[in-house]
Nanobody, 128 residues
Framework: QVQLVESGGGLVQAGGSLRLSCVAS????????MGWFRQAPGKEREFVAA????????LYADSVKGRFTISRDNAKNTVYLQMNSLKPEDTAVYYC?????????????????????WGQGTQVTVSS
């Protein structure tokens, strides 16, 4: 089992920045690829970003490319999502997830069902 706890959400004005953190416990963190997803009210969950076990490979949704950066610190069992130039449409609950396959592939890393463990989410609200 892997337990994931997100933090760092909040209310920010459009154009502002936030950094989300997700701390993992329970298994060897560096064995897992990590992903961030989000879900806005009334909408389906959507992929945001993913990172492989070492941090050497990343994948982003087109909607956040150039604005968001995913990173990880395996010594701290933590994955981060730095969000810059936030827009009202970024408002959602953000979830981190762990994939035991450890690698990032376009064929599966953007799909929620590829992930084995999920956090409880953190709310991000961007005001216009």
């Amino acid at each position: 089992q892997v337990q994931l706890v997100e933090s760092g959400g909040g209310l920010v004005q459009a154009g502002g920045s936030l950094r989300l953190s997700c701390v993992a416990s329970g298994r060897t963190f560096s064995n897992y690829a990590m992903g961030w997803f989000r879900q806005a009210p009334g909408k389906e969950r959507e992929f945001v970003a993913a990172i492989n076990w070492s941090g050497g490979s990343t994948l982003y949704a087109d909607s956040v490319k150039g604005r968001f950066t995913i990173s990880r610190d395996n010594a701290k069992n933590t994955v981060y999502l730095q969000m810059n130039s936030l827009k009202p449409e970024d408002t959602a609950v953000y979830y981190c997830a762990a994939d035991r396959r450890a690698w990032v592939r376009e064929s599966y890393s953007a799909t929620g069902t590829s992930y084995d463990y999920w956090g409880q989410g953190t709310q991000v609200t961007v005001s216009s």
